[in-house]
Structures are given as C-alpha cells and as structure tokens.
DNA sequence: ATAGATGCAAACCCTTTGCACATTA
DNA sequence: TAATGTGCAAAGGGTTTGCATCTAT
C-alpha cells in the first residue's frame, strides 16, 4: 500500500496537476469519502481547488473504474478506491455509521442465477445489510472511523486460509487414498501427490506466517471472504467416499473430481477479482489444482491402458458396461 | 387487493383525516413511488395538502411500518408499500429505470451467517442487482412501468409452485419406501403417506389452477422465489437413500428427516414474509409437514417397541452399539 | 385548553452547471 | 490557438424546518 508506482491514470483529454493531486489525495485514502470529506482533505494541503472540480474528477475516477461510487442511503454518495481491492459487500451500522466489508462467492453466483432466469445482464451488486454492529450493541461508544484500511490485507488471509484448509483436506484425501490402494503402482501416485500438497502446504503456512509477521493484528481481525461451497468441501467428501471397496481407479477418478472442482472454483472467483495479492493467491492455487488434476488424468489413462493391456492378455469380455437407462 | 379492510392503522398521537387521505392513496398504489409521486397523486384528488405533509406522512410511514423506504440510486427515495408484499430483493434497470423484484431464502441464510460471524445484528438487507433488463437488451423501447402488480400473485404462485415440488417429491419417496419396506405393517404406513401427499397435492394442483385461471398470465411471468436449496431437494436424496439393503427402520428415520427438514424450511421462511396468500401456502404446506412427521415418529416409536418386545423374546443381546471414537 | 398536525415558504444539503478565466497540447 | 480543465457562484433537485394556523381530544 505504499507509495503505489501509479498504473498509467485512463487517459484524460489533458493533464491536470489539479486533478492529479485530487486523484493522488484519494487513492492514498482507504475508507468511504464523501465528496466533501475529499473536499476537506484536498483543501488542507494545496488550496484554489473548487469543489466543483472535486466532483468532476469523481465523477471522472469512476468512469475511468479508479473509483466506485457507493450509496450507503445517507443522501450523499460516497466513494471508495477500486484499484487492488475486489468488489465487496457491505455491513452498515446505522447507528455509528461505520461499514465493514465482506466478499461472498454465494452471493455471487446466485445472482447470476437469478438474472439469467430473467435474462438481466448484470453490471453491478450490491448488497448492503444495514443493522447495529457488535460494539454499538455493546454500549462501546468508542468505535472510531471504518477499519476497513487492512481489507486488501484480510483478503490476502482468506484466500490463504481457503487454499491452506483445501491443500489439508486434499493431504487428507491422499493420505486415505495412499492406504487404500491396491496396487502399488496407484499407491505410489497418492504418495507423491500427498508429498505435494505437504509441500505446498507448508509453502502457504510459510506466506500466511509471513503476511501475520508483517500485519499482527490481522489474526484477530472477523472473517472478510465467505464462500460456504467451498473447494475444502469437495476434498472432504472425495474422502468420505474412499471406503474401503474402492480400487485404485475409482480413487483416481475421485482424486480428478475433487482437483478438478477445485481448479474451477479457484480460477473462477480469482478472475473476478481486482488485482491485489488475493486475486494472485486464488490464481496460483488454481494453477496447482490443476497440475494436479492433469497428473491424475495422466495416472488415471495409464492406469486403463495398463488394464486394457491385462484384459487383452485374458480371455475377452465385453469392453465396457453399458449404464442402465433410467 | 381490494378495498382493504384497514387493519388499524398504527397509532398517530392524534387523527387526521388528511394523513388517512395520503395513507388510503399510497396503499392503493403498487410500485415504487416517490415523495413527489405520491404527492402529485395526493394533488389530483384532495386538494390543500402541501408536500411537507406528504413529507412527514411518508416518515411516519415508514416509522411505523405501513411504508418500506427504498434507494436505487436515483438521488432521491422512494417507497413500497409493506402491507401483504413480502420483502424481497431488487433487479434494476438503469437503461428503463424499471425494477423487477424477486426472493431468495439463500441470501438471507447467508447474511445470517456473515452477520453473525461478525456479532452484526441485522435489521434490513438491501440487495440490488443493476443492469440492463430483457427487453432494453432487445431493443424494445416500450417497457411501460413496473409489472410488480402482481408480486404477491407470483408470490403465491412460487410458493404453490414449490409447495407442489416438495409434494411430488414426498410421493415418489413414499411410493419408493413401500416398495422397499420388507415388514407389512411398514409397508402400510408408507402407502397410508403416499396416499396422503396424493391427496394434498391433488389440493394444491386445484388451487394453483384456480390462482392461475383468477389470473391467466401468471404463469408465464418469471420466477419469484428463488430457493435453491429447496426442500424438495430433500426427499430427493432421501429416495436416492432408500437402496434395497435399507430396512424400513432406516426408511422410517430417512423419512423423519425429510419431514422435519421440509416442516422447518417451510416454517422457517413462511414466518418472515408479510402477511400474504403466499405466507399462508407456506405456513400451511409446514404444517402438513409436522404432521407427516409426526405420524414417522409414532411409526417409528411402534416398531421400535415392537422390536424391542421382540428380543425380550430372544436371547438377550448388547441393547446398543457403541459408535467408535473419532 | 392544549398537544399535535398542517401549509407555506424558506432553509438545507448535496450536486450540477454557466461562464469567464487558466492550462495544456 | 484551440480544446480542455477550473473556480466561483448560482441554480437545481430532493428533503427538512420554523412558524403561524388549524384541529382533534
């Protein structure tokens, strides 16, 4: 968050050191200004900058998607920075006035069910639950202004902890495979992938250590990504149906399922984001799921030819079995 | 819609046949108005009631409950009517500035769930889908106004709508579980069920029938209620367990759970709408389901005790299994 | 009689605009 | 210089408020 090497602004027509200054003022400002509170903080460093031009750059900034305009229902808009920080939902204590942000892969998902029910093409969510926040409730008059300065960095530690349970719930699924397998060809396979979610697990314990090291309250900090489908999930039930009647293929196909629902959902919500260490965290994850996913598969046909191979060698049988209709 | 039957009117500290005026005019009025809609509206009729009256009677509105008070964005308010509309959800047009509202039992499950992860306590949750509608995507100018008349038909349609699923979806479990049920006093209380989800849902076909002759185009309007993690979807699962290795105890406690997950999801969302036709299919389908449930139970407790006198019979054994740690 | 409701117009607040002037390409 | 950006003040729109005047209890 330091002094941000400027990403080319989106062209204006012509410079303006004033709207440079104003566009500087603003993304160096984590939170929700007004137009006013901008206003303000512009006119206590360099003065003769109208409020007229405040507003214009705003509107500019969000034309040009530096900024986004949000509506908290004051009667005024606020504005908050767009750059390395993903598109989020907010909690509004009508009470202090303060927000706190959250990011949902639910909510977003079925929005886009509901749309498409209708045939809407959505541009923008927003989802906003107003109510009283835990220190208002408390009588804690304190309070203070948003806390939502850290929120790239408590993006950062979701998204490692999402990737840090599913690599523990995919461990978990290899370790169970590896003793299951039959053949120690198979085995062999399960072995090294649990050696490498081990070792990637430890590389994102390592990160997620560092990223604590260098921000400690982080830890404390209420949970900011919430996807209750989530990938961990899949690795958990890909467990559970490793009982002890599964040979070496049924795991591998399972093994596929899980890696490969993982991948997508990694890459998907990763996609969506603004780019910021998060968006980077899901992406590499992705990546691995599916590095993973395509060893399977390459297990997984060697696995079938050896067996086509070994059945060729046997008296012949039908080839495949046809599925039950219905 | 009709005349309405004014159910006392929440207590102003004293009358006023002028308020009553704006009130009867804004309850008779669906869609979203504004402040100065309604008080154009309030000017057609009666004359010499001045905006700041319409001003205050819209606050006092909302104070009290009659009037929801909501922001697209516009730069100004407007305001719904509460009475018999359930709360829901918003798709918004900023093409035709038209708005579609819908309803989904997941969303507010999840704002629990982030709410409470943050010891927020909710009071209303604004969810608005921007975008551009169907028909501004196609080009059709036209457009007119809000269609959402007829929410709370819709709304009842959806509910019957899946009142009905969760029936068919009972039938087919119950019909499968007699075919499964090995003991022939199992048997009969499953075709006893069967028989009764055939009977309710012959109901609930007669009185969508009904709903949708009372209003033809109903049925191609889209979809309201989004719950996608319908009850219906229980008692499909709950047949996908019944494989042929299940006893009809087993049967019976699968059958339990649907019931009570049916009862308490009914239950669940039919006590957060406001009063409606819709609320009541909801409330109503709950209770059924309690009933179905309670009648497992008996069931259940019957065969159990018939078991049990049973082994009385026979050499004593282990009276429970011990489930394994971890 | 008295607290509460109303109309009117003025005040407020946030935001946009017109216009003369300053900057930038 | 020609096109843009800017400051100021004024205008704009939505909403609230002060105050004298009604009205219900």
Redesign the pocket.
Known sequence: MGGSPRPALPA????????DYIVDIFRHHEGHL???DLFDLVRQGKT??????V???L?WMVETGLARKVDFGE???RFEASERRPRHFHLICDRCHRSFEFLSSDVESFVDEVASARGFAPTQTVVQVHGTCDECQKGVGAGATDDNATTAFLFARDALRMAIATERSGLEFYTCATRIASDPRGRRVFEKLAGEERTHLATLQARYKELIKSNPDLESRPAFLFFKGAASGLFASGAQQLTPGVDDEQALRIGMKCERGSHLFFKRYGSRFEESEGKRIFLEFAAEERDHFELLVREYRALRARRAAHRRRTPPRRHAVARRAR
């Open positions: 204006a027509r012509k410079h303006s050191s004033k709207r007004s137009a006013d003769g900058i109208g409020r007229a031009t507003y214009r750059t509107q009667g005024r808009a």
